[in-house]
């Protein structure tokens, strides 16, 4: 047992490191931007050095890939996709607030990868037709289930709704007094209104 402690320990430094270069990272990123951003920058505000940084990301495209499973991972955490389409939407304000170093990083890197040629383009295309698919989805459930109404197309509605959380973002970074609980629950009813069968609000 006293023998793989040592191996322990050096795990332990080496994914405290990883973290803090993925910190460094997300940082830089949401400063500069990816094209702006060199790995020697990004060893250099982590404190470690150049080959430090290569031995846990071989490549800058590793290592972008790394930041957005950072990003992936915090939004699977906290979210519900398969829940009340309505109740999970007005709960992202509070999303916004909790890591705002994320949101800011995958603004900056959503706008820099509309380019077909970016080294990020086809996996923020894949997750944002992802994030449609899911709330088309939901959006479906509740129709299927009697509580929406039938007469909207699902796909559209979400398509919508993915630009309005896409425009919140670049909105509150940008100025951060804007009032997200009140925006994302008056938004909430408003969509509440549209899909609510004739009658029942």
Known sequence: MSAQRPYAT??????????LILSAA?????????????????????????AGLLHHFESK?????????ARDADDDAHADR??????????????????????????????????PEAPLHGRLLARQRAAIDTIAAGILRGQ?????RNDIDPAVKAVEIVAFLNGMETSWLLDRSIPLTEIFKD???????????VGTV
Do not use: C
């Open 10 to 19: 050096l795990l332990a430094k080496g994914e405290d490191r990883k973290q």
């Open 61 to 69: 495209e590793q290592l972008l890939h790394a930041v957005l499973d």
């Open 82 to 115: 398969t829940g009340d389409v309505l109740e999970q939407l007005e709960q992202v304000g509070a999303r916004f607030e909790r890591s705002p170093h994320l949101i800011g990083m995958y603004s900056v890197l959503l706008i820099e990868s509309l380019d």
């Open 144 to 148: 299927r289930a009697g509580k929406y």
């Open 26 to 50: 997300q940082r830089l990123l949401t400063l500069n931007g990816w094209r702006s951003t060199t790995l020697a920058q990004i060893a250099g505000e982590a404190g470690v050095t150049s």
């Open 187 to 197: 938004y909430t009813r408003s969509l509440t209104r549209q899909l609510a069968l």
